[in-house]
């Protein structure tokens, strides 16, 4: 398993970020959760069975739903949590 930790910055709140994130980590097989952060960012924790797949949720982080407006994707490859997550969650 592979695990990553994304921030985006940009217009991304209030625009239904969190939705698309869903939808998409949901339909590439991904395990994890979206979340709002104070600073106007949003979180993603993904956790996937490879690296190529979180690329792919990059890819789609970068482009984001069509209200955002993405500014900046940072990436932090995670260690995988022996904890398993079931689903996909918005936080």
Do not use: C, H, K
């Not at 993603?44 to 797949?53: E, F, Q, S």
């Amino acid at each position: 398993m592979s695990a990553a930790r994304f921030l985006v910055r940009g217009l991304v709140q209030g625009v239904g970020f969190r939705w698309f994130v869903a939808r998409q980590a949901r339909a590439l097989g991904l395990t994890g959760y979206a979340r709002n952060m104070p600073d106007g960012a949003v979180e993603i924790l993904a956790r996937g069975a490879d690296g190529a797949t979180l690329g792919r949720l990059e890819q789609l982080l970068a482009r984001g739903p069509e209200r955002a407006r993405v500014d900046a994707v940072e990436r932090y490859d995670e260690e995988d949590d022996p904890v398993t997550m079931r689903s996909f969650d918005i936080r």
